[in-house]
């Protein structure tokens, strides 16, 4: 059966792809963005089952009245993909005040106000997925990548607290953490700071890193089929890595905490009293 | 030695208890806090050694000009603790944007912008501890807490940075997480969202049961010597639990998460693509 999807920001990258692919098997697609002139050849191809939205999400009023047109529209709403956000390259130390809260307040923010929309349609009809774009750096940190990191990990937070809070209602949360990907995240959408000399060092470790193996990075058309058996998935996970890093990376991670939990447990057990 | 501590949020809490430990054995602490009559006292007794500023951590230029003012006062920063913050209860979609925005800005913009103020003074020491009080709820989530969850993980994700960034410049960063404390998180410091969807009452309820065991509470007095301990040492960890509670639980739930993660595996990794 056709699915009725919500995606921000799916003019690029992964969520036009994902899109392309929704429309084509049948589904039918609201999309917003900032500038909808990129969706005119799918308005074309997709006239009945297509409908872009001009849309900034930090804008708490204009993302309730774009979900109240998104289900006036196709009368139902079975998913919602919060797909809109970017990058930021700076050390914690360069970042200005303006590039730090314009990024939480796309990645987190943004992410909040859509999934506070989407609820009270999904509690109405009892059912309803949220999907959250979350990064394998919302499980584990790179340099350069603080402010990042920093939003990531808190799209994690706040969607791991909402799961529990809507699974009474058949809603389902997923929290989707695609590994490095050769998509515009590290050229065009991204904002750099001002760099100062004492970070160089670190800058130039994390772009060798970068550069190493070809295959280090995924092929964004192959996160299709996995979006699609999220998507129509009974019983869809709280998490999802797309590619073959992070579920490597973070069980190594992970790994690493716990043995230094453990090496201070004695300290943590004695500041119970 | 004696070492000049910079501790946010100072005039009650762990903040207020850890100033008057850090002053008692001979360390000069500037403390802040929105108000500081209620660190009077504490000028009473230790006079110039304690160095208290009104300020408030949302407003980065008051911010930087602060940790001028203690540069100048104390000649330099040994230790910052980050320990501003408060909790927001109530579910994620009856939280207003207001109440979100202050969420973050209080427990994440203001351990950034004290962060970033700080960073250039530790150095040109090239050396320095940032201890960035977080919360076992930075790790794992509780329901009607997503907020507070959000800036919590948030933090996490920005000090694990900071410390990455900084280990070649001698700086050196921790993350406390404690586990619950009978401090007055839970009472007078809590703010709150509306409860007027009724649709979560029974999420409320069960969340007023789990939080009725105060036994599982751990005593704030008893985080001093840790504490101590953890500005003293030469090898501080990257990640302190606090609370006997808090390691065991952690554990549980990130054997949890990979043995979830495991069931999509080979979606995972097909779309990688090659």
Request: charged fraction near 20%; avoid cysteine; aromatic fraction near 8%.
């Given at each position: 059966?056709?699915?009725?999807?919500?995606?921000?920001?799916?003019s690029?990258?992964?969520g036009?792809?994902w899109?392309?692919a929704?429309?084509?098997?049948g589904d039918?697609?609201v999309a917003?963005?900032?500038?909808?002139?990129?969706?005119?050849?799918l308005?074309?191809?997709?006239?009945?089952?297509?409908?872009p939205l001009t849309?900034?999400?930090t804008?708490k009023?204009?993302?309730?009245?774009?979900?109240e047109?998104?289900v006036?529209?196709f009368?139902?709403l079975?998913?919602?993909?919060?797909?809109?956000?970017?990058?930021?390259?700076?050390?914690v130390?360069?970042l200005?005040?303006k590039?730090?809260r314009?990024i939480?307040d796309?990645?987190?923010?943004?992410t909040?106000?859509?999934?506070?929309?989407a609820l009270?349609?999904?509690?109405?009809?009892g059912?309803g997925?949220?999907i959250?774009?979350?990064?394998?750096?919302?499980?584990?940190?790179?340099?350069?990548l603080?402010m990042?990191?920093?939003?990531?990990?808190?799209?994690e937070g706040?969607?791991?607290?909402l799961?529990?809070e809507?699974?009474g209602?058949?809603?389902h949360?997923t929290?989707?953490?695609?590994?490095g990907?050769?998509t515009?995240?590290g050229?065009?959408s991204a904002v750099?700071?001002n760099?100062?000399?004492a970070y160089d060092?670190?800058?130039?470790e994390?772009?060798?890193t970068?550069?190493?193996p070809a295959?280090?990075y995924g092929?964004?058309e192959a996160?299709v089929?996995?979006?699609l058996?999220l998507?129509?998935?009974?019983n869809?996970p709280?998490r999802?890595?797309?590619g073959?890093?992070?579920?490597?990376k973070?069980?190594?991670?992970?790994?690493k905490?716990?043995a230094?939990?453990?090496l201070w447990?004695?300290?943590a057990?004695?500041?119970?009293? | 030695?004696?070492k000049?501590i910079?501790i946010?949020?100072?005039?009650k809490?762990?903040g207020k208890?850890?100033?008057?430990?850090?002053?008692k054995?001979?360390d000069?602490v500037?403390a802040?806090?929105?108000n500081t009559?209620?660190?009077?006292?504490?000028v009473?007794t230790?006079g110039?050694n304690?160095?208290p500023?009104?300020?408030?951590v949302?407003?980065?230029?008051?911010?930087?000009?602060t940790?001028q003012?203690?540069?100048?006062?104390?000649?330099r920063?040994?230790v910052l603790i980050?320990n501003?913050?408060?909790g927001l209860f109530?579910?994620?979609?009856?939280?207003?944007?207001?109440?979100?925005?202050?969420q973050?800005?209080?427990?994440?913009?203001?351990?950034l912008?004290?962060?970033?103020?700080?960073?250039?003074v530790?150095r040109?020491?090239?050396n320095?501890?940032?201890?960035q009080?977080?919360?076992f709820?930075?790790?794992?989530t509780?329901p009607l807490?997503?907020?507070?969850?959000?800036s919590?993980?948030?933090v996490?994700?920005?000090?694990e940075?900071?410390?990455?960034?900084?280990?070649h410049?001698?700086?050196?960063?921790?993350?406390?997480?404690p586990?619950?404390?009978?401090?007055?998180?839970a009472?007078?410091?809590?703010?709150?969202?509306?409860?007027d969807?009724?649709?979560?009452?029974?999420v409320?309820?069960?969340?007023a049961?789990?939080?009725?065991?105060?036994?599982?509470?751990?005593?704030?007095?008893a985080t001093?010597a840790?504490?101590l301990?953890?500005v003293?040492?030469?090898?501080p960890?990257?990640?302190?639990?606090?609370?006997?509670?808090a390691?065991?639980?952690i554990?549980?739930?990130?054997?949890?998460?990979?043995k979830d993660?495991?069931?999509?595996k080979e979606?995972?990794?097909?779309?990688?693509?090659h």
């Amino acid at each position: 059966m056709s699915k009725t999807i919500f995606i921000t920001g799916a003019s690029k990258g992964f969520g036009r792809i994902w899109i392309s692919a929704l429309l084509e098997r049948g589904d039918k697609v609201v999309a917003t963005s900032r500038n909808i002139s990129a969706y005119d050849d799918l308005v074309i191809k997709y006239p009945a089952t297509f409908m872009p939205l001009t849309l900034d999400i930090t804008n708490k009023q204009a993302v309730n009245e774009a979900m109240e047109k998104a289900v006036l529209h196709f009368g139902i709403l079975d998913v919602v993909i919060n797909n809109a956000g970017y990058g930021l390259f700076g050390a914690v130390e360069e970042l200005s005040e303006k590039d730090a809260r314009d990024i939480l307040d796309t990645n987190v923010l943004g992410t909040l106000f859509v999934t506070q929309a989407a609820l009270p349609f999904f509690r109405a009809q009892g059912h309803g997925h949220i999907i959250q774009l979350s990064s394998v750096l919302g499980v584990w940190s790179l340099p350069i990548l603080g402010m990042y990191n920093a939003s990531k990990f808190a799209v994690e937070g706040l969607s791991e607290a909402l799961a529990k809070e809507v699974e009474g209602f058949g809603i389902h949360v997923t929290l989707v953490e695609p590994n490095g990907y050769k998509t515009e995240f590290g050229s065009g959408s991204a904002v750099r700071a001002n760099p100062l000399k004492a970070y160089d060092h670190v800058r130039e470790e994390l772009f060798k890193t970068e550069g190493m193996p070809a295959d280090q990075y995924g092929n964004p058309e192959a996160t299709v089929d996995a979006i699609l058996q999220l998507i129509d998935a009974k019983n869809p996970p709280l998490r999802l890595f797309l590619g073959n890093l992070g579920l490597r990376k973070t069980r190594v991670e992970f790994q690493k905490k716990i043995a230094e939990w453990e090496l201070w447990d004695n300290v943590a057990v004695a500041a119970h009293g | 030695m004696s070492k000049v501590i910079f501790i946010t949020g100072a005039s009650k809490g762990f903040g207020k208890l850890w100033a008057e430990a850090f002053l008692k054995r001979g360390d000069k602490v500037a403390a802040t806090a929105r108000n500081t009559t209620a660190l009077n006292e504490l000028v009473a007794t230790y006079g110039d050694n304690l160095l208290p500023l009104p300020l408030d951590v949302n407003n980065r230029e008051e911010v930087f000009n602060t940790v001028q003012t203690i540069e100048q006062k104390f000649g330099r920063i040994d230790v910052l603790i980050n320990n501003a913050g408060y909790g927001l209860f109530g579910t994620t979609e009856e939280t207003t944007e207001a109440q979100a925005r202050l969420q973050m800005e209080t427990n994440f913009f203001g351990s950034l912008w004290v962060t970033q103020a700080v960073l250039p003074v530790m150095r040109r020491q090239k050396n320095g501890h940032i201890i960035q009080v977080s919360s076992f709820l930075g790790l794992t989530t509780l329901p009607l807490l997503g907020l507070y969850n959000a800036s919590k993980f948030a933090v996490e994700g920005l000090i694990e940075t900071v410390g990455t960034e900084t280990a070649h410049l001698g700086i050196k960063t921790t993350l406390i997480e404690p586990n619950g404390y009978a401090t007055d998180w839970a009472g007078a410091s809590a703010s709150q969202t509306s409860s007027d969807i009724v649709d979560y009452a029974p999420v409320r309820e069960a969340f007023a049961k789990s939080a009725e065991h105060p036994d599982t509470w751990g005593k704030p007095e008893a985080t001093i010597a840790p504490l101590l301990n953890l500005v003293d040492n030469a090898n501080p960890p990257q990640r302190l639990l606090f609370g006997k509670i808090a390691y065991q639980a952690i554990q549980q739930v990130y054997t949890q998460r990979l043995k979830d993660i495991e069931t999509w595996k080979e979606v995972s990794i097909a779309a990688h693509g090659h």
